[in-house]
């Protein structure tokens, strides 16, 4: 259990009558730390260290994490990140044309995928320009931001 | 029935909200966690984690299927399924039902009917509710017929959903049939459904919304909250009562919102959410949500009460214990959204590790949170972090408060909206209060004229 904002406020106007600055309590499930911070008012900080222990349910499936995708590219050629990590997706929406295809001219600004992270899409460049050598990560997978989604052949 | 173990299907700041109510109650919580959150705050609050599925919502929080299968393995008899989610699928409802477990939230019938943004209207109209002329646009064509009906601007909005997406602004008719394609193609992405409709936009609106609760059989109105300050149409900054109103205003607003959740027989916790048009002094019905919203704790820090008990209570099929002449106003309250977004780079979503977290504590504050220290903020969701609510005498009393109270929060680790409330809190327009829903944009555009001037 966690202390509810009324255990904390108790424990805040305790010390406000007592002229301490400063209370940590350690209990068995958390750390709690009040602090006086001058006239503005009190500060706390709390962490609760109970472990859940997770119960059934759905068992946990090895496959749910794909292998990452190859990080070395060819010499010479650039491999695009995503800007943020995030779910990677070739199209606009489901059912759209993909925004590039191997084979594509792209130059630096032009849009080559996006990536979905907390609900938003942020568009991905492809910083170079050149030719869309291969895709590395495909539709709908998670990458993170070291992840190669594609390699550029940059043109000379 | 009484609730004596609830599955709560949701994560974050809300789940823990409701773990703690559970707690007070004397109700057991059991935390239905996707592989993602099976270390976070709320599973670490909660009395038992189960888990749920693997990270992706879709294949977790937004499976009917897996979140009954939850219930059913610790022997839930209960699930809120919190905001977002699955927590206005008609779907959960059902399959809640089939198992025998109790759905808090409203029944199936009535999701269906406010879920379809079209059907709601209709409900709207039958309860005598003023909606927002426009009309369904089943194609061009039909665009078109209503379009000359009411005239631009228009807004171009999604049958099947809400929060903004499936949303675009016509101004013109030549801008009609691109806005159209473009809000189709969104609303069949976003909810599966790409039926979009039309209404007037007006061009001063403020969003304000009353809090109705239900026991299928009489209804009651919990007051009024003020959501005008957005960004993109998404909430940054809430507040009740609502700022500026009449009191005329605000007695019809109530009376619309109680007339409609009478006409639906409501049972369940529920926002009728209006559009106040500031020119010209009337409001319309604009939708209806059929759960628990993020911003409840300003009308509760208001009223006193626990919404998430009263959820609770109805949904075990006790009769309304809140009348009409028992809930009063007392002060005012606002509430700061604290998002993991980066606001200097257009609020992009900014995932990583907790590093620490100070909260400010005292009378009349209150956050809501589900993080601490060390917690990782996933990418798979969305990016709300904490709510900071504060409660005042007054207004003015209120605003002085969060201003305090953001000086003193602390979330180190990753870039949080809290210096842009910080910022917000200090404009005269929001002090002044009564912000139309275009404030937003106007005041970051004013914030960037200063930046380049000095």
């Known amino acids: 259990m966690d202390l509810t904002p009324d255990d904390v406020r108790d424990v805040v106007r305790a010390l406000d009558a007592s002229g301490l600055d400063e209370l940590h309590l350690e209990l068995a499930d958390l750390t709690l730390t009040v602090r006086r911070e001058g006239a503005a008012g009190w500060t706390a900080e709390q962490q609760v260290h109970r472990r859940p222990e997770v119960e059934r349910g759905e068992p946990v499936t090895a496959a749910a994490t794909p292998e990452p995708a ?32 191997v084979g594509d001219e792209v130059d630096a600004e032009t849009v080559v995928g996006i990536v979905e992270t907390m609900k938003m899409m942020t568009p991905v460049h492809a910083g170079v320009r050149g030719t869309v050598a291969e895709f590395r990560t495909a539709n709908g997978e998670f990458a993170d931001t070291d992840a190669v989604l594609l390699v550029v052949e940059p043109a000379s | 029935m009484r609730i004596r173990r609830l599955l709560v299907a949701n994560r974050g700041e809300i789940a823990a909200r409701v773990v703690r ?3 007070r109650l004397g109700i057991e919580s059991v935390l239905a966690a996707s592989d993602a959150d099976l270390d976070a705050l709320p599973a670490r609050t909660a009395d038992r984690v189960v888990r749920l599925g693997p990270g992706p919502a879709a294949q977790s929080y937004l499976d ?41 939230g409203p029944s199936v019938a009535t999701l269906e009917a406010v879920g379809d943004k079209l059907t709601a209207r209709s409900h709207a109209l039958d309860a005598g509710l003023p909606v927002v002329p426009g009309g369904e646009a089943a ?25 903004g997406r499936g949303m675009k602004l016509v101004r013109t008719a030549a801008e ?18 790409p039926r979009v409709y039309l209404e007037r936009y007006v061009t001063s609106g403020r969003h304000v919304e009353v809090q109705v609760l239900g026991d299928g059989t009489s209804a009651v109105a919990l007051g009024d909250r003020d959501c005008s300050v957005q960004r993109r149409y998404q909430k940054l900054f809430e507040e009740a009562p609502a700022p500026l109103l009449g009191d005329d205003v605000r007695a019809a607003m109530a009376d619309a919102a109680l007339a409609l959740a009478t006409h639906l027989r409501y049972r369940g916790l529920g926002t009728v959410e209006l559009l106040y048009d500031r020119d010209r002094g009337s409001f319309h019905f604009l939708e209806m949500n059929a759960r628990i919203q993020v911003e409840h704790p300003v009308t509760e820090a208001v009223t006193g009460l626990d919404l998430v008990a009263e959820q609770l209570a109805v949904a075990e099929g006790l009769p ?21 977004e980066d606001a200097a780079r ?35 969701y969305d990016s709300l972090l904490a709510k900071l609510v504060v409660h005042g005498t007054d207004r003015a009393d209120a605003l002085a408060r969060a201003r305090t109270a953001l000086d003193l929060l602390r979330i180190e680790g990753v870039t949080t909206t809290a210096a842009v409330h910080r910022a917000l809190l200090d404009d005269l327009e929001l002090v002044a209060g009564g912000v139309d829903t275009g404030f937003f944009e106007r005041w970051q555009a004013r914030r960037r004229d200063l930046a380049e001037v000095s």
Request: with cysteine; glycine share 14%.
């Open chain 2, 346 to 380: 257009d609020f992009r979503p900014a995932p990583g590790r907790i590093e620490r977290v100070v909260l400010p504590v005292g009378d009349g504050l209150r956050v809501d949170i589900g993080v601490q220290a060390g917690s990782v903020v996933p990418p798979h």
């Open chain 2, 176 to 193: 009609l049939p691109g806005g159209l394609d473009v809000a189709v193609a969104e609303a069949g992405a976003a909810f599966g459904d």
């Open chain 2, 21 to 23: 109510t559970c707690a």
């Open chain 1, 70 to 101: 190859r990080a070395d590219v060819p010499e010479g050629s650039v491999a695009v990140h995503p800007p943020l990590l995030g779910t990677f997706y070739r199209a606009p929406q489901p059912g759209a044309p993909p925004y590039v295809e």
């Open chain 2, 64 to 104: 009917p299927a897996a979140v009954v299968r939850a219930a059913l393995a610790v022997g839930a008899d209960a699930v809120h399924p919190g905001y977002g989610f699955l927590s206005e699928s008609p779907a959960l409802a059902r399959a809640c039902a089939d198992a025998g477990l109790v759905f808090v």
């Open chain 2, 320 to 340: 309304l214990r809140l009348h009409a002449g028992d809930v009063a106003a007392r002060g005012h309250a606002v509430e700061c959204r604290i998002n993991a």
């Open chain 2, 139 to 163: 194609d061009l064509a039909g665009a078109r017929a209503v379009a000359d009906r009411v005239g631009y601007p228009l807004l171009v909005k999604a049958v099947g959903g809400g929060g």
